[in-house]
């Protein structure tokens, strides 16, 4: 679809002429079909003519329940790795944290998808003129063909004002529509029908040791004009209708992180009644206009070539040998598109899926993974202008800045709150993974620091005043928990990791150590940020100064031999290199202390193909370079 903008043709539509099932075949499930969501609720629609597949995902269907995984006896034994680390015991270092610095009874629970919904339309197998779309102008997604001289439609959405998803049958010919509709979870479960409706109860599941708490529920019903629809515990039966339109709401009992007391079949129930009232017309409007609320704020012309009139799959195809700039403008509003989809006031925040995963135990358990990974799904919120979409990561913030304390303390012996390098929906604060990639314990001091960013974007000083002791807490951390090395008197982090960076010492592989140069600089900004919003808000002068004077103390950023950013206070064989090097490029010109080292580096290592984790960091730095 290309439609008119400011004067400019602009494509705002990924287009497939096939099936997600074949389009690209050598891809996961995940990245073919056509994401939907409300922030709550979200939807697969992968498009095939006689078998469709709704996947179905709801935010708060987590395994496990309220816990945290605090290690009680940690405090010991990171006394002895401070020493340690700090007397050049390294490797001795290295094997203490191997055996007893492991996760405490659990690394997390993992994000789960709630059902899969199968529309079964026999004798559609030979379907022809096949097209599927994702407008993301109105956030609905559509797929359509024909079956001899009958044109079939089906249009998919899930909407943002009525919290359910809703799904349209059409055809080109009266009494057309005739389908098999049935439900199923990989999770334990049950189907029934229940005042025409079809019912699913479902329970997240067990995961390392923590029982499954979670319980939901998934209502279905349909409304037709014109056959006969027939609801039965295998499904419901659609015979002969005009048109359809299908309603599915989910409910869970989850409340917050410490309370699943909640009634799952009571709030599908208030989901899905109001919603089966509406007309399709009025709901598919209604939710259209709640999500150009956000998407309409943003124009961006690249340009248009002839490129853009091929479907995506072949414009994916052609890209790297062809002019298409008007898929880079795709690209960057179809990110902004996922985030207004699984990103809204009052839920949870996005997860490593955005709420699309597709299995039991995703990848990383699709839960936050805060070196990284859960700064970058809201680093579009304030400059693309989806400020309001930060909500609920600033939520999420309270909840661990409450959480945090039990890690700081038990942990840590320190006051104020941090986590490590993992959270989930129970808000869990304690090492996640083996040390050598858990043993991070700077999440809330990165996390924190987009409180500030929010402000200096909206100015707002209320939001400022009801989150600085979110800020403030995360920095106290910081002071308790900043030791000095010896040679240089610096205050540094330790024990710690540069994420996902070993380094060789006599033979050995190391990757515990103190003082990285990514800790560092995320300490200089916790502390300038957190300066800064005290004084804007005529608050706590003491702890300003203390603020201060502890930031004079911190190591400075300093460049290697080879023009790199020296990764800690020594030089290291580096034995494996990941993202953390960029990150660090990232946060030494944030703060302001470091300006040239970012272009260099990354000439040299923007080049090859990696996951987006490296890559962003890499062009962020170039193109502000």
Same mark, same amino acid.
């Given at each position: ?536 808000? *005529?608050?706590? $002068?003491?702890?300003?100064? #203390?603020?201060? +004077? &502890? /930031? ?5 950023? =300093?460049?290697?031999?080879? *023009?790199?950013? $020296?990764?800690?206070?020594? #030089?290291?064989? +580096? &034995? /494996? ?5 960029? =990150? ?42």
């Amino acid at each position: 679809m290309l439609d008119e903008h400011r004067g400019h043709l602009r494509r705002k539509e990924t287009c497939f002429n096939a099936p997600a099932a074949v389009v690209r075949p050598a891809r996961g499930q995940l990245e073919r079909g056509a994401a939907l969501g409300n922030g709550r609720l979200g939807a697969m629609v992968f498009g095939a003519p006689e078998r469709e597949r709704l996947q179905l995902n709801e935010e708060t269907i987590w395994a496990g329940g309220p816990n945290n995984n605090v290690k009680p006896d940690a405090l010991p034994v990171v006394q002895q790795l401070r020493t340690q680390l700090l007397t050049g015991q390294l490797v001795e270092a290295q094997a203490l944290a191997q055996t007893r610095m492991q996760p405490a009874g659990n690394s997390g629970m993992p994000y789960q998808m709630a059902a899969n919904v199968y529309l079964r339309f026999p004798g559609h197998e030979q379907a022809t003129n096949y097209q599927r779309d994702l407008d993301i102008s109105s956030a609905v997604a559509s797929v359509s063909y024909q079956v001899g001289n009958v044109r079939y439609r089906r249009e998919v959405f899930s909407s943002l004002p009525d919290q359910v998803i809703i799904v349209r049958l059409t055809a080109s010919q009266p009494g057309k529509i005739s389908c098999q509709l049935g439900a199923e979870s990989l999770m334990e479960h049950t189907v029934h029908a229940e005042n025409n409706q079809l019912v699913l109860d479902g329970r997240g599941s067990e995961h390392e040791g923590q029982p499954g708490q979670v319980r939901f529920q998934l209502r279905g019903q349909v409304v037709t004009d014109g056959g006969t629809v027939q609801t039965t515990d295998a499904g419901i039966r659609i015979d002969n209708a005009t048109s359809a339109t299908l309603y599915f709401s989910i409910g869970t009992n989850f409340v917050n992180y410490h309370d699943v007391s909640g009634n799952a079949a009571a709030k599908a129930t208030a989901y899905l009644t109001p919603a089966v009232g509406k007309k399709y017309e009025t709901a598919r409007a209604a939710h259209t206009a709640a999500y150009q609320r956000y998407f309409n704020r943003v124009s961006l012309n690249l340009g248009v070539t002839p490129a853009a009139e091929l479907p995506t799959n072949k414009r994916l195809e052609n890209f790297a040998n062809g002019q298409d700039p008007a898929l880079a403008a795709l690209y960057f509003q179809y990110g902004r598109y996922l985030l207004i989809s699984c990103s809204q006031p009052g839920g949870q925040p996005a997860n490593l899926q955005g709420i699309w995963n597709d299995q039991l135990k995703g990848p990383w358990d699709s839960k936050y993974t805060v070196n990284i990974n859960t700064e970058m799904n809201y680093w579009p919120a304030e400059v693309t202008n989806l400020t309001e979409l930060h909500e609920p990561l600033f939520a999420m913030l309270k909840d661990l800045s409450v959480t945090g304390q039990q890690s700081a303390r038990q942990m840590y012996g320190a006051r104020g709150w941090m986590l490590h390098h993992n959270t989930d929906i129970w808000r869990i604060t304690g090492q996640v993974d083996p040390p050598q990639y858990g043993l991070w314990p700077m999440g809330g001091a990165w996390l924190a620091q987009h409180l500030w960013d929010h402000y200096l974007f909206t100015g707002d000083e209320k939001f400022l005043r009801q989150y600085y002791p979110v800020l403030k807490g995360a920095a106290t951390y910081l002071v308790d928990a900043l030791q000095p090395e010896p040679t240089h008197q610096w205050l540094v982090v330790v024990p710690s990791v540069s994420p996902e960076n070993t380094y060789a010492l006599n033979g050995k592989r190391i990757a515990i150590v103190a003082g990285t140069t990514m800790d560092n600089q995320l300490v200089f900004d916790l502390f300038s940020k957190t300066i800064r919003a005290a004084e804007r808000l *005529g608050l706590d $002068r003491p702890f300003v100064d #203390t603020l201060r +004077t &502890l /930031r004079e103390q911190l190591p400075p950023c =300093r460049l290697g031999s080879t *023009g790199r950013c $020296r990764n800690g206070c020594r #030089t290291w064989t +580096t &034995l /494996r290199t990941s993202t953390a090097i960029f =990150r660090t490029c990232t946060d030494c010109t944030r703060a302001g202390r470091f300006r040239r080292t970012a272009r260099p580096l990354c000439s040299r290592r923007l080049a090859p193909p990696s996951p987006s984790a490296a890559t962003c960091p890499r062009a962020g730095r170039w193109a502000g370079k």
